[in-house]
């Protein structure tokens, strides 16, 4: 039941809003506990506004954010009062003589604001809840990502090591099945190696530990050097990487961090050759417009649907169609390669549609 609080100095004005409020609702005249927290409404009268002003004031400024309300009894004679009070106390004036179904209306609909005041309090403290649940719970997860990749890294390095060896013939010569198997070995190895070292990195993001050593770096020559190293990877499904890159002696030169810069770049290209068909060509573009460098990576593969591409950033998405087609990744790649290229004070996005292939961007400062 709704509480009602009333202070009201005229004895006669008391005596008939208790009377007729106490049928529908909780009514005390007086309390030894604060308003704010006591009751859902006060009524006041001129007299007792005068004397209990300021208190009145720290009663609603407590009990904020929710709406406490104050409804003031006048004679129509002294309204003048009324305004020194109306813009930061009082929430409604009820001139008397009361009449009782006006006043029951005014009580009711200051209690319904009151109700839904409390209400979206409510729901307000369990969203807060909920979103600490969920902070607590990403700590959590990116404390046991960290702790599970470092105890990965070292039995990882030992298998990719003694798998190496075996390929080099040093514990004897192996059978043409048996360096195929080992190479499987190896090349798994390599794959969660890479997969550890994603995770490591998506933990250090988190944790805001992962530094840049920023210096002024040749882009032509990065870009040619990660193309050259990563060629082999297309060369399963034949297909052609070109670098279009300003002619000599223009020289390109950046403000960024030489290792992650070839891990972003080393990501976008790995990407492309992924989802690219066939005997298809992937282009590097490398060009400058006033203070920046931008690199395109180019495909000619399956493209990206409208809805997907603005969620393609995110940790571990993964669109239907790659899903569908059964490719492979974790949807970590693009997230790192977003917060490398952010680091770095540039800006990384995607052109394309479905069908027609996609072209990765991203832009670096140039250095001064």
């Not at 000599?248 to 989802?275: E, G, H």
Request: proline content about 4%; glycine content about 4%.
């Amino acid at each position: 039941m709704d509480r009602i609080l009333l202070l009201l100095e005229h004895p006669t004005n008391r005596r008939l809003l208790e009377e007729c409020l106490a049928q529908h609702y909780q009514v005390a005249t007086e309390t030894g506990q604060a308003p704010e927290s006591s009751f859902d409404l006060v009524i006041l009268d001129g007299p007792a506004l005068e004397r209990l002003s300021q208190d009145v004031v720290g009663w609603k400024r407590v009990a904020e954010p929710v709406f406490l309300p104050l409804l003031l009894l006048m004679p129509r004679q002294h309204t003048s009062m009324v305004t020194r009070h109306l813009l930061h106390t009082v929430d409604e004036l009820l001139l008397t003589p009361v009449d009782r179904a006006e006043l029951r209306a005014r009580v009711e609909t200051l209690l319904r604001t009151r109700r839904q005041s409390l209400a979206l309090k409510s729901r307000n403290d369990e969203l807060e809840a909920f979103i600490e649940a969920r902070r607590a719970f990403e700590r959590m997860k990116d404390e046991f990502i960290a702790m599970a990749s470092h105890e990965l890294r070292a039995p990882l390095t030992s298998i990719t090591l003694y798998a190496n060896m075996l390929v080099d013939g040093e514990a004897g010569k192996l059978s043409e099945e048996q360096q195929r198997f080992v190479r499987i070995v190896s090349s798994n190895a390599d794959r969660l190696n890479r997969l550890v070292n994603d995770l490591l990195d998506v933990s250090r993001l988190a944790s805001g530990r992962l530094q840049l050593t920023m210096r002024t770096v040749d882009l032509k020559a990065t870009v040619k050097q990660v193309c050259t190293e990563l060629e082999a990877a297309g060369d399963s499904k034949r297909i052609k990487t070109v670098a279009t890159l300003p002619p000599q002696p223009i020289c390109v030169c950046v403000k960024a961090d030489q290792d992650r810069l070839v891990q972003i770049l080393a990501n976008l290209l790995s990407n492309a050759y992924k989802y690219s068909p066939e005997e298809s060509t992937v282009t590097v573009q490398v060009h400058t417009h006033e203070e920046w460098a931008q690199v395109d990576v180019i495909d000619q593969g399956m493209g990206i649907a409208a809805l997907d591409q603005s969620q393609l950033f995110t940790k571990f998405f993964r669109t239907e169609e790659a899903k569908r087609q059964g490719i492979g990744g974790t949807g970590l790649g693009l997230y790192i390669t977003r917060a490398l290229v952010e680091m770095q004070d540039g800006q990384i996005w995607v052109t394309s549609r479905q069908g027609e292939g996609s072209t990765f961007s991203f832009t670096l400062p140039l250095a001064l």
